[in-house]
């Protein structure tokens, strides 16, 4: 990964962790209720962002890229589909980030170690 592909990584995975935040706040109270319009677009701007990201490589399901906006889908819906991309964008992560120092993870770029810290791996890797 390049540090601009980092960086829009970064700010893709921030707004699919806040749309998943707030379609699940959506799906506890009526789950079966259909997102509106609004809502989607924003959630299918996000999921086109982040495929191009994952790639084929990291992408969650093969024959999904974004919701259809003629049959709205459901809050549980969305939701479920916001959790795979959550993870799958945390394996990308885990596997371009690496340790340097005691508690100090940083991000990988032309296989060097970037200033651009970050979290550890949700999961250690093995």
Same mark, same amino acid.
């Given at each position: 990964? /390049?540090?601009? $592909? ?6 893709? +995975? ?16 009526? $789950?079966?209720?259909?997102? &509106? %319009?609004? %809502?989607? %677009? ?8 982040? &495929?191009? !990201?994952? *790639?084929? @490589?990291?992408? =969650?399901? &093969?024959?999904?890229? @974004? ?5 709205? =889908? ?9 959790? +795979? ?15 340097? *120092? !005691?508690?100090?993870? #940083?991000?990988? #770029?032309?296989?060097? =170690?970037?200033? !651009?810290? /970050?979290?550890? =791996?949700?999961?250690?890797? %093995?």
């Amino acid at each position: 990964m /390049t540090e601009e $592909q980092i960086h829009n990584f970064e700010k893709i +995975q921030v707004q699919l962790d806040g749309l998943y935040i707030e379609i699940s706040v959506l799906s506890k109270k009526s $789950q079966n209720d259909a997102l &509106n %319009k609004f %809502k989607l %677009k924003f959630v299918n701007q996000a999921l086109i962002e982040a &495929n191009l !990201i994952l *790639g084929d @490589k990291y992408m =969650p399901f &093969n024959d999904f890229e @974004k919701f259809e906006d003629v049959d709205l =889908p459901s809050n549980s819906d969305v939701n479920l589909v916001l959790n +795979q991309y959550l993870n799958c964008m945390e394996k990308l992560r885990s596997d371009n980030i690496e340790k340097i *120092g !005691i508690n100090k993870w #940083a991000w990988v #770029a032309n296989n060097e =170690p970037t200033k !651009i810290l /970050t979290s550890g =791996p949700l999961k250690l890797k %093995k």
